[in-house]
């Protein structure tokens, strides 16, 4: 059975900085897309940024292109969303997403398995 278990969500002022982390259980991390997505209510759920478990590529929205960071830690089948320079903007449910495919992919259907999701909340 697969698990993808988000942590690091919370409270912070505009400009401070959040870590997320998803740990994946029952998944050969190596033949997965990890993704990171968000969703406000009533809204539809957006791409943030993804990685490629073998090359390592990655990818990101351009509204956080240079404040987010994306990464892995094979050892501990975790990927990380570092979030920099955070702005009332950025607010909303963040989901870790995993896709069975060697490309990454932008909209959420192309993804097989997610979370149940951490808030992240930033106040002006």
């Known amino acids: 059975q697969v698990q993808l278990v988000e942590s690091g969500g919370g409270l912070v002022h505009a400009g401070g900085s959040l870590r997320l982390s998803c740990v994946a259980s029952g998944l050969t991390f190596r033949s997965n897309i990890m993704g990171w997505f968000r969703q406000l209510p009533g809204k539809e759920r957006e791409f943030v940024a993804g990685?490629?478990?073998?090359?390592?590529?990655?990818r990101y929205r351009d509204s956080v292109k240079g404040r987010f960071t994306i990464s892995r830690e094979n050892a501990k089948n975790t990927v990380f969303l570092q979030m920099n320079s955070l702005q009332p903007e950025d607010t909303a449910t963040y989901y870790c997403?995993?896709?069975?495919?060697?490309?990454?992919?932008?909209?959420?259907?192309?993804?097989?398995?997610w979370g149940q999701g951490t808030q992240v909340t930033v106040s002006a």
């Open positions: 997403a995993a896709r069975r495919h060697f490309i990454t992919a932008v909209t959420p259907g192309e993804y097989d398995y």
């Open positions: 990685i490629n478990w073998i090359s390592d590529d990655t």
